[in-house]
């Protein structure tokens, strides 16, 4: 048995979506991403500190070139920056910067990760990514919130732990890191997708973790980064009157004349 839709109603739908339409296209959509974010995902990070023993060892993934999830170039002088990783603790609550030192007393903060103990085996986490770069409200978060059995979340919230502040500044670099060239994005996004198939990270846009407000950190930005901000404007649908036929106008001619 066939159901019939009633013809008001299909008039009342096709109105409501020409109106959405048509409020769609006067919006200005800007990326979640800038074109100086671009050198690093924020998955492949999330990765990367989910597989490290501690951030000493995660620091050393996030630059090594063989792992090329790090491809920045804030200032575009033509070389991968130097990702440094320095944590804050308050309590139960850490914040893991990811720091560029971009020149003596220059820095900029690319994203922190942010984790919170809410119970004997319950945690939160998420990478934010600073705004400067990422736009407003840009989190990754676990899809799966028991993260109790990582190493890196067993060894941060281990008695007596002592926060990580890496020993690298503008100039001063460890040994097994030596400068290199960033890739084009095809070859970079070539690199991550093994990162970004694992599905173990969502991009959302609610923040999980409460108690970050416990921690006093104050984001770090450099005059020195190139952040070129990409701001997509879709072209407007102009919508013209339907103009009158011969047949119309000349109807209304002889109308006037019996008048």
Same mark, same amino acid.
């Given at each position: 048995?066939?159901?019939?839709?009633?013809?008001?109603?299909?008039?009342?739908?096709?109105?409501?979506?020409?109106?959405?339409? %048509?409020?769609?296209?006067?919006?200005?959509?800007?990326?979640?991403?800038?074109?100086?974010?671009?050198?690093?995902?924020?998955?492949?990070?999330?990765?990367? %500190?989910?597989?490290?023993?501690?951030?000493?060892?995660?620091?050393?993934?996030?630059?090594?070139?063989?792992?090329?999830?790090?491809?920045?170039?804030?200032?575009?002088?033509?070389?991968?920056?130097?990702?440094?990783?320095?944590?804050?603790?308050?309590?139960?609550?850490?914040?893991?910067?990811?720091?560029?030192?971009?020149?003596?007393?220059?820095?900029?903060?690319?994203?922190?990760?942010?984790?919170?103990?809410?119970?004997?085996?319950?945690?939160?986490?998420?990478?934010?990514?600073?705004?400067?770069?990422?736009?407003?409200?840009?989190?990754?978060?676990?899809?799966?919130?028991?993260?109790?059995?990582?190493?890196?979340?067993?060894?941060? %919230?281990?008695?007596?732990?002592?926060?990580?502040?890496?020993?690298?500044?503008?100039?001063?670099?460890?040994?097994?890191?030596?400068?290199?060239?960033?890739?084009?994005?095809?070859?970079?996004?070539?690199?991550?997708?093994?990162?970004?198939?694992?599905?173990? %990270?969502?991009?959302?846009?609610?923040?999980?973790?409460?108690?970050?407000?416990?921690?006093?950190?104050?984001?770090?930005?450099?005059?020195?980064?190139?952040?070129?901000?990409?701001?997509?404007?879709?072209?407007?649908?102009?919508?013209?009157?339907?103009?009158?036929?011969?047949?119309?106008?000349?109807?209304?001619?002889?109308?006037?004349?019996?008048?």
């Amino acid at each position: 048995m066939k159901s019939h839709i009633p013809i008001s109603a299909v008039v009342l739908l096709l109105s409501m979506s020409y109106c959405l339409s %048509f409020a769609q296209e006067d919006v200005t959509i800007i990326s979640p991403t800038s074109e100086a974010a671009e050198g690093l995902d924020l998955e492949a990070v999330s990765e990367l %500190f989910k597989d490290s023993e501690d951030l000493e060892a995660f620091e050393k993934a996030l630059n090594d070139p063989e792992t090329g999830v790090n491809n920045l170039d804030l200032d575009e002088n033509g070389e991968v920056d130097f990702i440094r990783v320095v944590e804050e603790v308050a309590d139960d609550t850490h914040v893991i910067i990811l720091q560029v030192p971009l020149g003596e007393d220059e820095y900029q903060d690319v994203a922190t990760i942010e984790v919170e103990k809410t119970g004997d085996e319950e945690y939160n986490m998420q990478v934010h990514g600073n705004e400067d770069l990422y736009g407003p409200d840009y989190y990754m978060a676990p899809a799966v919130v028991r993260i109790h059995t990582w190493p890196i979340i067993v060894r941060i %919230f281990r008695p007596a732990y002592r926060p990580y502040r890496s020993g690298y500044y503008w100039g001063y670099y460890p040994r097994w890191w030596k400068r290199y060239r960033p890739v084009t994005m095809t070859v970079y996004r070539t690199r991550t997708n093994r990162f970004r198939t694992r599905s173990t %990270f969502v991009v959302t846009r609610k923040p999980r973790v409460r108690t970050v407000h416990k921690v006093k950190y104050k984001p770090r930005s450099s005059t020195l980064v190139i952040k070129k901000t990409k701001v997509v404007r879709p072209a407007r649908k102009v919508v013209k009157p339907k103009a009158k036929t011969r047949k119309a106008v000349k109807k209304t001619a002889a109308r006037r004349k019996k008048k």
